[in-house]
Structure formats: structure tokens, C-alpha cells
Nanobody
């Protein structure tokens, strides 16, 4: 069982930055692929970024490539999402997720554990 807790959301102006953090419980954090997803009001949850376990291979949605960076600290059981050049359309609740398998980690269905989410709001 893995418990995830996100933090770092908030209100920022367009063009600004936020850094989201996700702290994970457990002693096998490095074995999990980790992902960030987001859900805006009235929309489905969508993939943002993912990072594999020990090798740290990264994947990004086209909408955030070049602006967002996912990283992980396996010693500290934490995954991060650095969000730069934010746009109003990035406004959403951002969720952290963990997967026991490296397969399908760009899909909601590919994850076994989810955090409660943190709100990020970008004003124009």
C-alpha cells in the first residue's frame, strides 16, 4: 500500500511558476513509476507527466512539453512537478499517482494509487 500526499498548489499569474510535490509512504518508492495528472472542472482527468522507477525515464503530454519538468528523489520518497510559463488553461486540480508497472503510465488506468490532489489556479 502506498499513500500519496500532494502539496505546492496555489494561485499564480499567467507566465509564473509553481512547484508541486508529492510525498509517498513506503520503503519501495523507487520501484514505482510516478505520474502527474490534472482535472479541470467539467473535464476528464488527463495525463500531464510521468517518470519511471529507478532509471527515471520521463514522459510528457504535448500541452506541457518544454514548460513542465517531472523529477523524483528516491531517497526522499518524493516526486516533483516544476511548472513554468503557466497559462490559464493549466488551471486544474493536480493529482499524483503511483504505478507498480512501467506499462501504460500515460493513462489513468495505468495507476494503482492516487493522492487527494492539489489545486493550481492560473489567472490571466
Amino acid at each position: 500500500q502506498v499513500q500519496l500526499e500532494e502539496s505546492g498548489g496555489g494561485l499564480v499569474q499567467a507566465g509564473g511558476s509553481l512547484r508541486l510535490s508529492c510525498a509517498a509512504s513506503g520503503r519501495t518508492f523507487s520501484r514505482y513509476a510516478m505520474g502527474w495528472f490534472r482535472q479541470a472542472p467539467g473535464k476528464e482527468r488527463e495525463f500531464v507527466a510521468a517518470i519511471s522507477g529507478s532509471r527515471g525515464v520521463t514522459y510528457y503530454a504535448d500541452s506541457v512539453k518544454g514548460r513542465f519538468t517531472i523529477s523524483r528523489d528516491n531517497a526522499g520518497n518524493t516526486v516533483y512537478l516544476q511548472m513554468n510559463s503557466l497559462k490559464p488553461e493549466d488551471t486544474a486540480v493536480y493529482y499524483c499517482a503511483a504505478s507498480r508497472s512501467p506499462v501504460g503510465i500515460t493513462e489513468v488506468s495505468g495507476y494503482d494509487y492516487w493522492g487527494q490532489g492539489t489545486q493550481a489556479t492560473v489567472s490571466s
